[in-house]
């Protein structure tokens, strides 16, 4: 979805699948790019640079991914002064439909989606659970044991309309995902380096047009516990929790002039190993 074509942007892969995953903007550092999934910011406040790492994401649920770049991104804040991915999961369509679609590869790999969704003329609603597993690779020359990877995913969109000019949307992510990977340094045993990590993520909109005004009211929540083991079979534990409460307002003058304003607040707090705050100069630690 977010291949070569798109210019100015870069995407890169730390070994075999499930990996560190990330996006690069205008040649800038991955930390430097601002990823939101239906509104929700996604960078990790707990991870090293506080940046997204794509590698958990699946286009079965996809509808479609906008790109921001250039100066106009800053609006984002700091943190996207490269650029900025709005990605929006499926919504459900007029009826009901049910779909199934199961893939196998090789390395024992499947790949198994499942959504079903509809819509009236007052709701919507889409449920999608995706199941990944394969045996995996190793992406280290000097040997060739396997490093597994799973992830399970639900997403799930619901919108209700209380009036023609007042609706509801809700969405809502859970994924657990494990993974084993490489030791980066040579002749150190990587039989016990893994990552067993959850995460939730929740948004509630309250959308309200009249006349020429839009409000939009907006509340998001994300939790993500993430537990890596090391060679030694040491466990640390790195928890974030970030919730923001953003109103944005526009004003249609004509339909060729409109402005568009809003308030922004958002709140993090961060638990990490003591050892690992020592060495951050965060403040959230």
Do not use: W
Not at 55 to 84: M, V
Not at 100 to 116: A, E, H, L, M, Q
Not at 146 to 158: E, F, P, R, S
């Amino acid at each position: 979805l977010l291949g070569s074509e798109v210019g100015g942007l870069n995407m890169f892969q730390m070994g075999g699948t499930g990996t560190n995953t990330g996006i690069q903007i205008r040649g800038l550092p991955k930390r430097y790019s601002t990823v939101y999934i239906d509104g929700i910011k996604m960078n990790d406040p707990s991870s090293p640079d506080g940046a997204f790492y794509a590698e958990g994401l699946f286009k079965d649920n996809i509808d479609r991914i906008e790109i921001l770049r250039g100066n106009q991104s800053s609006l984002y804040g700091s943190n996207a002064i490269g650029g900025t991915v709005n990605i929006f999961t499926k919504k459900g369509t007029s009826g009901k439909h049910s779909n199934i679609d199961v893939k196998t590869n090789s390395n024992n790999t499947k790949d198994i989606f499942y959504s079903f969704d509809g819509a009236d003329d007052k709701k919507n609603y889409f449920i999608g659970l995706n199941y990944y597993t394969t045996d995996g690779i190793s992406a280290m020359a000097d040997n060739d044991e396997k490093d597994a990877y799973k992830n399970k995913t639900l997403t799930v969109n619901y919108g209700y309309k209380f009036l023609d000019n007042l609706k509801i949307e809700n969405s809502l992510t859970i994924k657990e995902t494990y993974l084993e990977f490489d030791e980066v340094t040579r002749g150190r045993s990587d039989l016990l380096n893994k990552s067993e990590d959850a995460a939730g993520y929740y948004s509630l909109r309250l959308i309200n047009n009249k006349n020429n005004f839009k409000n939009s009211f907006i509340y998001n929540k994300s939790l993500i516990d993430r537990t890596p083991t090391t060679y030694e079979g040491k466990q640390t534990n790195f928890f974030a929790n970030r919730d923001m409460f953003n109103y944005l307002g526009e004003y249609n003058f004509n339909l060729d002039n409109k402005i568009v304003y809003g308030l922004d607040n958002e709140f993090i707090a961060i638990n990490m190993p003591n050892d690992y705050c020592k060495a951050k100069t965060s403040a959230s630690c």
